[in-house]
């Protein structure tokens, strides 16, 4: 059953995925010459305050309920085999890069371009790997002697066997491990936007507006082979369920 914050985040999701197709379609159609650099930019630009308008939405939903972004409800079951910390992973970007640089000449990076790039990539990994870091910290914290005690004890608390003090020091051991699953989300959400501003500071304006347009249109495809996924695994599950009876 979904909470009242993931209710309020699919339904503001669902309106920005919208956005992000539209978006998509203006980066597809503007023309793809240098004297349209500054429409270029104009549209680069809005399209990044739509992504941050998106991080200080799920902040705020975060905030309230931070586990149910660990099990997203809005996302299908293939897009969620490839979230990382709530989103995608920020190496992704350089995976595309190097894909989009091995095909229309106009994403070809000059040797200027690469040496930054792959400066940036590796400050990104670092970064990648200190939230990953973080987040084993607190998955081997969960185990430890005195969170296992605390769930024995709550356990037997639940029998009527110890009294309130036992419950309310879980509940602040658990305030504890979802205050730090908040700043986790938050940090990996920050190297991601900090990755896709790097990127698109390095690249041309007219190579930010064909990279954006792969870099949207793989989430939107994304998105659109797991609604089919999900469509046909119903149909199969009808089909069978009718066979049956």
Same mark, same amino acid.
Request: neutral net charge; hydrophobic residues 40%; proline residues 2%.
């Given at each position: 059953?979904?909470t009242?914050?993931?209710?309020?985040?699919t339904?503001?999701?669902?309106?920005?995925?919208?956005q992000?197709?539209?978006?998509?379609k203006?980066?597809?159609?503007?023309?793809?010459?240098?004297?349209?650099?500054?429409?270029?930019?104009?549209?680069?630009?809005?399209?990044?305050?739509?992504?941050?308008?998106?991080?200080?939405?799920?902040?705020?939903?975060?905030?309230?309920?931070?586990?149910?972004f660990?099990?997203p409800?809005?996302?299908?079951?293939? +897009?969620?085999?490839?979230?990382? *910390?709530?989103?995608? !992973?920020?190496?992704? /970007?350089? &995976? @595309?890069?190097?894909? #989009?640089?091995?095909?229309?000449?106009?994403?070809?990076?000059?040797?200027?371009?690469?040496?930054?790039?792959?400066?940036?990539?590796?400050?990104?990994?670092?970064?990648?790997?200190?939230?990953?870091?973080?987040? +084993?910290?607190?998955?081997?914290? *969960?185990?430890?002697? !005195?969170?296992?005690? /605390?769930? &024995? @004890?709550?356990?037997? #608390?639940?029998?009527?066997?110890?009294?309130?003090?036992?419950?309310?020091?879980?509940?602040?051991?658990?305030?504890?491990?979802?205050?730090?699953?908040?700043?986790?989300?938050?940090t990996?959400?920050?190297v991601?936007?900090k990755?896709?501003?790097?990127?698109?500071?390095?690249?041309?304006?007219l190579?930010?507006?064909?990279?954006?347009?792969?870099?949207?249109?793989?989430?939107?495809?994304?998105?659109?082979?797991?609604k089919?996924?999900?469509?046909?695994?119903l149909?199969?599950?009808?089909?069978?369920?009718?066979?049956?009876?």
């Open positions: 059953m979904k009242q914050v993931q209710v309020r985040f339904e503001f999701f669902e309106k920005w995925l919208h992000n197709e539209e978006s998509l203006h980066l597809i159609s503007v023309k793809r010459d240098s004297s349209h650099e500054n429409e270029h930019r104009l549209l680069i630009s809005a399209i990044m305050n739509h992504y941050k308008g998106y991080y200080s939405t799920k902040w705020a939903c975060v905030h309230e309920d931070v586990l149910g660990f099990s409800p809005w996302l299908t079951p293939l +897009e969620n085999a490839y979230l990382w *910390m709530t989103g995608w !992973k920020p190496s992704l /970007l350089y &995976r @595309l890069l190097t894909t #989009l640089n091995h095909g229309t000449s106009r994403m070809k990076l000059t040797e200027d371009q690469l040496e930054k790039m792959e400066k940036l990539r590796c400050r990104t990994g670092l970064e990648e790997e200190k939230v990953e870091r973080e987040m +084993e910290r607190q998955q081997v914290s *969960m185990a430890d002697r !005195k969170m296992v005690e /605390l769930a &024995r @004890l709550q356990s037997r #608390l639940r029998n009527g066997e110890t009294g309130s003090e036992v419950e309310e020091l879980v509940q602040v051991a658990m305030k504890v491990l979802v205050s730090a699953l908040e700043k986790i989300v938050k990996a959400d920050c991601r936007l990755a896709l501003k790097g990127v698109l500071e390095i690249l041309t304006p190579q930010c507006v064909d990279f954006m347009a792969a870099f949207l249109m793989l989430q939107i495809q994304m998105r659109r082979l797991g089919r996924k999900d469509h046909d695994q149909m199969l599950n009808s089909i069978n369920k009718q066979l049956v009876m």
